[in-house]
């Protein structure tokens, strides 16, 4: 089985961290939530700063949670997470989605959220997700779909920050578009189609403070995280492109009628 290479596009710089740790379940995981019973058994694959994790494990409680991540920072922020919202049964430990630690079929859920479009090979993924689960146990996925982003007004800047994300992720070997993919990935990994229940749901950013949190989050990344080094370190911008970038977020998070969606894919797979 093997491990991935280093190569997750936006790093764990804390305007990302930030990102990531204002989804909850209600946000990010709505199409699962119905498949969760107290004392359920569920891995959380890549869990970033946990605050997914922390609603998943408080649905399953008093059923193991166990969270895992490649990198250590996600893993530590993800039982910092675990402790502050006095869950003991949530733990975290550092692990590659490409090589599980666990045994088969040790889990009732194997879920992930926008793990699938930072993996060079989705499909060894959903793979080794499913050995994990118990025979009919679920896997659970979500993805963005980034060329399915839109927003108003127009903006010439995000048109070239979109460009460069596609190109910033085909250079790391990783689809941006993942979220139309999840059906055919889980039907090359072996899953049963009469199995599998694909679905999709968006995110929307447009009242003042989600304009303003969003436009933050994305003029600070562009700049300074994972993101902007994979940019800069494969020729594909400099400096001054990417300040320009992160005008254009500022710009758009300052409009009045700045609004903003982005696709995801979902797939609840039967196992
Ligand atoms: C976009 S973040 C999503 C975090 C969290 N699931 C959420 O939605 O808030 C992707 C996470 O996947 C992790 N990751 C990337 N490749 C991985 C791999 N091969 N195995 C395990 N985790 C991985 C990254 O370190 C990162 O924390």
Redesign the pocket.
């Known amino acids: 089985m093997g491990v ?1 290479a280093d190569v ?1 596009t ?1 790093g764990h710089h804390r305007s990302v961290v930030r990102s ?1 740790a204002r ?1 909850t379940a209600a946000t ?1 995981a709505a199409y699962l939530l119905p498949f969760l019973q107290p004392g359920q058994r569920v891995l959380d ?5 946990g ?2 994790t922390v609603d998943l494990a408080r649905a399953v409680s008093p059923g193991e949670v166990v969270g ?4 250590r920072a ?1 893993v530590d922020l993800t039982r910092d997470a675990a402790g502050a919202a006095d869950l003991p049964n949530l733990s975290a430990e550092v ?4 090589d599980l630690p666990f045994d088969d079929a040790s889990f009732d859920v194997v879920h992930a ?3 699938l479009q ?2 060079p090979d989705p499909v060894a993924a959903l793979r080794e997700m499913r050995r994990v689960t118990r025979p009919g146990g679920v896997v659970a996925v979500r993805d963005a779909d980034y060329a399915a982003t839109t927003w108003y007004p127009p903006s010439a800047g995000l048109d070239e920050w979109l460009a460069l994300y596609h190109e910033v992720t085909e250079a790391n070997r990783t689809e941006a578009d993942a979220g139309r993919r999840l059906l055919h990935w889980a039907l090359e990994a072996g899953f049963r189609a009469d199995r599998l229940t694909p679905g999709a749901s968006a995110w929307c950013f447009a009242t003042p403070e989600d304009r303003a949190w969003w436009a933050g989050t994305w003029a600070e990344r562009v700049t300074s995280s994972g993101f902007a080094e994979h940019a800069l370190r494969e020729g594909l911008a400099d400096d001054v492109a990417l300040e320009s970038l992160a005008e254009a977020w500022r710009e758009w998070g300052e409009a009045p009628d700045g609004w903003f969606a982005i696709l995801h894919g979902e797939l609840i797979a039967r196992v």
């Open positions: 991935s997750y936006h990531h989804r990010s694959v890549g869990c970033g700063p605050s997914i895992v991540d490649r990198a996600a692990a590659d989605v490409l959220h926008q793990v930072h993996v």
